[in-house]
């Protein structure tokens, strides 16, 4: 009887062909998304996230009733008309609370993404020029951008405006936050300009901005996205306390000012408790959601924090 080579093999021992399968499955990366789905945090940050996102884009349908409207009669109690009950200015509480979170998403959208760019820009190019007179003169600006206390200047540059808006507090928080993470940006960009891929673009005849922003900045992208995480979680936070000293906005309706009004007019004193802690913790838990979402970020520049 003839035998062939399949017939000396291992009842369980697979064949090259599944062999070369299993290892080209095992080697496979995971994508970005998958990394930080991965992280059970991450995963609730985001699902929250989401679903603060769809209520602000949603508001109008989401909303009883115009957040602005005070027709209704004040110090109402959380009825079916009136989830939260009504104000003393008899506005609905339920109403203002879902519209509120367009500011909240807005400032920390526009306000990290702005901050993120002005820390990118200024750390690379520092970093990149390292020991040269672009390096000095912004590693110059960096550092007194540090030193300087952010609050109080946030705080001065507010009161003294003339005109008071959404946008003016992006523009004045991106300015007064990107300092931290162009000091980080700089120093990563160090250790990654001698690299082999830089000095072959180098030698191709590439120029500097091409080999920052083409070249190495990809290579940081999960330093980039963590920044842009802290930067919007910071920006929310500041506006809300902005607001709450009375710098915000009063012609729209934020959780910020939501709680401005209920202290000025001692909601707790008149037992309107939903309506200082529900912006309260509508805010917590955002800002609870976003630095959740970090802890999936920081698997993608350290895999060792990755679970099994």
Do not use: C
């Amino acid at each position: 009887m003839s035998t062939t080579p399949n017939d000396f093999m291992a009842e369980g021992e697979p064949d090259q062909g599944q062999a070369v399968e299993q290892v080209g499955s095992s080697t496979t990366p995971d994508s970005w998304w998958q990394v930080v789905w991965s992280s059970k945090k991450a995963r609730v940050g985001l699902v929250i996230l989401g679903l603060y996102v769809l209520m602000a884009v949603f508001a109008p349908l989401i909303a009883p009733h115009d957040p602005l409207d005070g027709s209704f009669t004040p110090l109402l109690p959380p009825s079916g008309e009136h989830w939260l009950g009504t104000n003393t200015n008899g506005r609905d509480i339920a109403s203002q609370l879902i519209f509120g979170s367009r500011i909240s998403l807005l400032v920390g959208l526009f306000g990290g993404a702005l901050a993120t760019a002005i820390a990118l820009v200024v750390g690379l190019v520092s970093g990149y020029t390292e020991g040269t007179i672009v390096d000095d003169v912004l590693s110059f600006v960096t550092n007194v951008a540090l030193v300087i206390p952010a609050l109080p200047l946030i705080i001065t540059l507010v009161a003294y405006s003339d005109t008071r808006g959404v946008w003016l507090i992006v523009g004045i928080i991106a300015l007064t936050s990107w300092a931290g993470a162009a000091r980080g940006k700089r120093a990563q960009i160090i250790t990654l300009r001698n690299r082999d891929f830089v000095t072959s673009a180098k030698f191709s005849g590439e120029g500097s901005a091409r080999i920052i922003f083409s070249e190495i900045m990809p290579n940081m992208s999960s330093l980039v996205v963590a920044g842009f995480v802290g930067a919007a979680t910071g920006a929310v936070g500041a506006e809300a306390g902005l607001a709450v000293l009375g710098l915000g906005d009063t012609r729209s309706v934020s959780w910020g000012t939501m709680l401005y009004q209920a202290d000025a007019q001692g909601a707790i004193q008149q037992g309107l408790l939903t309506w200082i802690f529900a912006p309260g913790l509508a805010l917590a838990i955002l800002i609870t959601a976003m630095s959740f979402i970090n802890f999936g970020v920081d698997l993608l520049s350290n895999p060792h924090l990755r679970e099994d």
